[in-house]
């Protein structure tokens, strides 16, 4: 031990050695030794390019991590004591120190400001990164609405007398990423090597009939991402298509057979006529109750034109509401989420004609639509299939549901209404 201080004096990196395991620092060693080969240094440092295919990060996030890792030497050489106190920061540090290194790496030019340009950077960056960049090129694959929307959700302040341009404090930065869990775990995982787990990266995959044309539908890779932020790793593997209402018609029956098929959590789409896209994560299957129930698993989320998510804040157990052929005014038959009867965070009526959306504070949500009264132009439900369960859940949720789907749009052909769908 001697020798090893006597190499290494530098405090930072001897304090981030002791975070870690000796397996760990061997395993970290033998990554640098790879790396370092890679750059043909004889071993000695790696170069950005290295470091960045391995982590799967380009462009100005991952020149502006290079330089955070190296200490903003500006040397373009990561020795393995940089690499040691990186990691250890990321994986072994605290809440602070982690929040405080995200919070710099969204500063890309390093000048203590993070402005809307740099955030701008910094979501195309992690969308290319997730989505594989053909799908996240702006103005094509990827609509400008969904790169505004999650800018949308970030409070700016005004710059002093003179300096008109608006920037995002360090604490107003640490609530954006609590309403966008999605990002703060891929800012999170940068010095995650793709493919290893890097939660931040997870977008589920998309399961639905053929015959439905994606374009119509309500769900996108983007915004699959933004909703997984929110939940477990085994939820956010695979998600089943239950019910659409352009396919199966504006029916709370239709809905309640097709949902019940899942018997399991559930997402709930709506985009209204005004253009507004928002909705609920369904913990538990959407059943006939009375009264509320679910649990602290479920939260509200809204899409654009801002993308946040809304979890449970204890006020109340008010989470899910689900009722259907009663005739007290006093239950109203319908879906909901949060609030209070008559007041919900959101409610779609049995009818699926019409919806409200207010304040509540069962998820400390806002209202999601432009106004609490809406009226849905499409509805999506999509069973959420969890890893671990997939072989006893997936089976009866892609044939029977998908075969439904066929047979409603066979129904819509004869109908001669297919085509107003497509």
Known sequence: MGNFQARHSDPEFLSACRKFSPDELKNLKSLFVSLASQSRSHGQFIIASVLQAYYGIHGALGARMFDL??????????????????????EKGCRDEIENFMYQLVDLTGDGVVDRSELEAVIISALETVLGPKDAIVGFDLPEDSVQAFINSVKFTQGSEGDCNPHVSFEDFKRWCTQIPSIKKFLAGLLTPLGSGNQGCQVPQLVHSENINPSLLIMRKEYAWHIAGALQHQEAHEWVLLYHSSFNGLSFNTFMGNSAVGRGPSILLVKDKDGYIYGGFASQPWERHSDFYGDMKSFLFTLSPRAAIYRPTGANSNMQWCATSFTSTNIPNGLGFGGQVNHFGLFLSGAFDQGQSFKCVTYDSPCLSKNANFYPETIECWGVVVEGNEQETASVMKGTVLNRFKEDHNMLKMMGMANASE
Do not use: F, N, S, W
């Open 69 to 90: 890792v190296t200490r903003l030497r500006k040397d373009q050489m990561l020795t393995y004591e940089d690499l040691i106190i990186a990691k250890g920061i990321y």
